[in-house]
């Protein structure tokens, strides 16, 4: 019973530690080629739960925080976006995880990248083209960086931060 009150509370703060990195990331303007390019600094809360805690915990976290960024700071279309791109890069991680082959900061750059991938598909779906995959290229390279910087900045987070559960 202990371990599943630490866990709720842990959980409980990894969710509202990753809306404000959501919102913040609302203030960053990122003016690339392609829209909608983000940092992905909530994905710091997803990396450091799958690696410190297991893959149920950081996609329940990222689950709600998709949900609610849509709500607070976006629209239907944002939220299927996000979605299809969470629903990706959890998808790699995760996989990546369990293979114990890779470090934070590949699972990290392979989600970054995955997210980007993601949002593609779910684009050329909704908008019924193709032609958008154009920009995966861009999104590779904006995705290799960023997810560069977010797993290291989430390699010191796993590296420095002890959870008890």
């Known amino acids: 019973m202990k371990r ?10 990894s969710t509202a530690a990753a809306m404000i990195l959501s919102y913040l990331e609302t203030l960053i303007p990122m003016n690339f080629a ?33 949900l609610l960024s849509s709500l607070l700071f976006g629209s239907f279309t944002s939220l299927a976006y996000s979605l299809a791109g969470a629903v990706l890069s959890l998808a790699v991680m995760g996989l990546l995880k369990k293979t114990e082959r890779f470090t ?18 779910m684009a050329v779906i909704l908008l019924s083209t193709k032609e958008i995959a154009y920009w995966l290229p861009v999104l590779i390279v904006t995705g290799t960086v960023t997810g560069l910087a977010v797993g290291a900045v ?12």
């Open 34 to 66: 392609v829209p909608g390019v983000k940092i992905g600094l909530a994905n710091l809360v997803t990396l450091f739960l799958l690696i410190k805690i297991d893959w149920k915990s950081a996609a329940a976290v990222t689950a709600v925080r998709v």
């Open 4 to 13: 599943n009150t630490k866990l709720l509370a842990v959980l409980g703060v």
């Open 154 to 165: 989430g390699a010191l987070l796993v590296k420095k931060i002890d959870l008890k559960l």
């Open 104 to 121: 934070a900061l590949g699972i990290s750059i392979a989600g970054a990248v995955s997210h980007n991938a993601g949002q593609v598909i």
